[in-house]
């Protein structure tokens, strides 16, 4: 079946730690591919995207993603993560021509301080 | 910055009530959506609108669900005779655009309505 799978259901790293939050999809054609963030008590918030050109995505907050597509995986990473950084990560996927959104499960990040 | 709001950002409703939920998508975009998400499970598409109809919805969207832009602001979104399972938090997006237009096609949520039926 159609799907995006995110590794990680929860993972807890120290502050200064490197991160990479992993996630895969499985449509076959030309795909759109975002990741999102829940800061806890506050909603949605776009981190970065990928729609053609370099695979390699720069978003905010020093975060930054691969798009690999002989792999279907747009794994997202930071070099040093800080406490404020903790929250759940949401890897989604639209198609071209298609306005539904699939979200992955989500994972749970907590940095220590 | 512009941002997409939903109001109420909590309901508590009895089982069969109906329930309206609200959002104001951003002023310049021409898509609006609806998903949702049950306690500890993903987040799920329910529902897209443009041009004052729907474009696309999912399996979840029954005929219990029905969504309106009564004005040019509002984006709203019925349940007509809600159930437990119903229980989640609804999450309304608005784009600029879709598809293969790309940049447009970036969804920026709401804060979330939290819908509790009892």
């Given at each position: 079946?159609?799907?995006?799978s995110q590794h990680n259901?929860?993972v ?7 991160l990479e939050l992993g996630c895969n ?40 993603a ?5 792999k279907?995986s747009f794994n997202l990473r ?11 990560y949401?890897c ?12 992955g499960?989500?994972t ?6 | ?118």
């Amino acid at each position: 079946a159609q799907s995006v799978s995110q590794h990680n259901h929860h993972v807890i790293l120290s502050e200064a730690a490197s991160l990479e939050l992993g996630c895969n999809y499985s449509y076959g054609g030309t795909v759109n591919l975002f990741w999102y963030v829940q800061y806890p008590g506050q909603h949605l918030q776009l981190l970065l995207k990928y729609f053609s050109g370099d695979p390699l995505v720069k978003g905010i907050k020093g975060f930054e993603a691969e798009f690999i597509k002989s792999k279907f995986s747009f794994n997202l990473r930071k070099p040093s993560v800080q406490w404020s950084d903790t929250a759940e990560y949401f890897c989604a996927v639209t198609l071209n021509n298609n306005n539904d959104m699939r979200f992955g499960a989500g994972t749970r990040l907590t940095v220590k301080p | 910055e512009p941002e997409v709001t939903q109001t109420p950002s909590h309901q508590v409703t009895q089982m069969g009530q109906e329930v309206i939920l609200r959002c104001v998508p951003i002023s310049n975009h021409l898509y609006f959506y609806w998903y949702r998400q049950i306690l500890g499970q993903k987040v799920e598409f329910l529902v897209s609108f443009y041009n004052n109809e729907i474009s696309e919805k999912s399996e979840i969207f029954d005929d219990q669900f029905s969504v309106e832009r009564p004005d040019g602001s509002n984006f709203t979104l019925k349940i007509r005779s809600t159930k437990l399972e119903d229980s989640a938090m609804y999450f309304c997006a608005s784009s600029e655009g879709q598809g293969s237009l790309g940049a447009w096609e970036t969804q920026y949520f709401g804060p979330g309505t939290r819908l509790l039926v009892l």
